[in-house]
Structures are given as structure tokens and as C-alpha cells.
């Protein structure tokens, strides 16, 4: 999935992650790592779909992604998730991050932009580790 060049204002979906990247974070240019954003929409993703599925779950795919803007040491990272489809055994979760830069924001407003967007999807598992039907849904798209 290719994110659109038009922003919207508001992001998708409820906040189910907030976090802070540190010095350690970033890539060899300064910037934060993008597998450091991947891992935190993946846990971000994971806490909605134990809350659909009620059970374990591991992130059997992942949509493509493009990074809009770069992330800073110090940025507060959101992640926003909502459900695209609940199938058989697995559960697509729809996650957008984005960036408030407290930091590098004028003293009066702050600025919030999206970062990057993708499609995760997690399969309900039993306590073997095998895939499941998902029987509880406590939430529907
Ligand atoms: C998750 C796992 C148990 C699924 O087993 P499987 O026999 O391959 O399962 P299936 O091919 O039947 O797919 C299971 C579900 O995932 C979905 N799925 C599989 N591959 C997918 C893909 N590339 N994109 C989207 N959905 C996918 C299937 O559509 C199916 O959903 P449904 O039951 O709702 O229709 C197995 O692939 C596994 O253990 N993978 C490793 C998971 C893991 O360790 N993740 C952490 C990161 S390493």
C-alpha cells in the first residue's frame, strides 16, 4: 500500500501507543531508525487484535510501507490503529504514526504530522502456537 501525498488533519483510528524515541534509535544519519517505527506500530497493532481475538497472536504479514517524513531523538510517536477485517483466523489492523515534535515546534503550537502508514496482520493463536478460528470479538470494524 502506497501512502497518498495529501495529509489528512486528523489521524484514523483509536491511539493505542505512545512512546518517545531515545539516542539509540537512531540510523547511522542521525534519524530514527525505521525498523525502530515498525516495531512499534507491530506492538501497537498487536494490542488491538488481543483485544479483538482475545488471545495470542503473532504478525504474520505486514503491507508495504513509505516513510513520509523523517522521525527525531526527543519526537512523541502515536500510533493509531483501527480494524480493516476480521477473517477466519486472522485480524487486519490498520496503523498510521504520527509525530508530535516538541522539541522542534514553535512555543506556542505544536505541530503534529503523519509518518508512515501500513497494513498489519496478526493471526489468533492457541496456547501450542497453533493458528485458531477467532471466536471473541469484543470489537468489529
Ligand atoms: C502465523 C502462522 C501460524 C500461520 O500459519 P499458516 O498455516 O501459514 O496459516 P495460513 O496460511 O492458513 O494463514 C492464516 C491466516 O493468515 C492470513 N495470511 C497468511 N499470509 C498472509 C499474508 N501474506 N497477508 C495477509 N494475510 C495473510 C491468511 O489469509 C489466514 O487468514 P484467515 O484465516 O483469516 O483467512 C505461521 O505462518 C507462523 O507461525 N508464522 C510466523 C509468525 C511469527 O513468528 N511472527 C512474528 C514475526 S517473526
Same mark, same amino acid.
Given at each position: 500500500m502506497t501512502t497518498t501525498s495529501s495529509q489528512p488533519n486528523?489521524?484514523?483510528?483509536?491511539l493505542l501507543l505512545r512512546t518517545m524515541p531515545m539516542p539509540a534509535d537512531t540510523s547511522f544519519n542521525g534519524d530514527i531508525f525505521g525498523g525502530w517505527i515498525m516495531s512499534q506500530m507491530d506492538i501497537a497493532g498487536s494490542i488491538l487484535a $488481543?483485544? &479483538? #481475538?482475545?488471545?495470542?497472536?503473532a504478525t504474520v504479514a505486514v503491507?508495504? !510501507?513509505?516513510?513520509?517524513?523523517? *522521525? $527525531?531523538v526527543g519526537d512523541v510517536v502515536c500510533c493509531y490503529g483501527r *480494524?480493516?477485517?476480521?477473517?477466519? #483466523?486472522?485480524v487486519t489492523? !490498520?496503523?498510521? &504514526?504520527? *509525530?508530535?515534535?516538541?522539541?522542534?515546534?514553535?512555543?506556542?503550537?505544536? =505541530? =503534529?504530522? $503523519? &509518518?508512515?502508514?501500513?497494513?498489519?496482520?496478526? *493471526?489468533?493463536?492457541d496456547e501450542q502456537g497453533n493458528k485458531q478460528?477467532? #471466536?471473541?470479538?469484543?470489537?468489529?470494524?
Open positions: 486528523e489521524p484514523a483510528g483509536e $488481543k483485544e &479483538v #481475538t482475545r488471545t495470542r497472536t503491507e508495504s !510501507m513509505q516513510f513520509i517524513k523523517p *522521525v $527525531k *480494524v480493516l477485517r476480521i477473517g477466519t #483466523t486472522s489492523i !490498520m496503523l498510521e &504514526v504520527w *509525530v508530535r515534535p516538541i522539541l522542534h515546534s514553535s512555543a506556542d503550537r505544536f =505541530t =503534529t504530522f $503523519k &509518518v508512515t502508514e501500513a497494513a498489519f496482520t496478526y *493471526v489468533s493463536l478460528p477467532i #471466536t471473541s470479538t469484543s470489537r468489529h470494524p
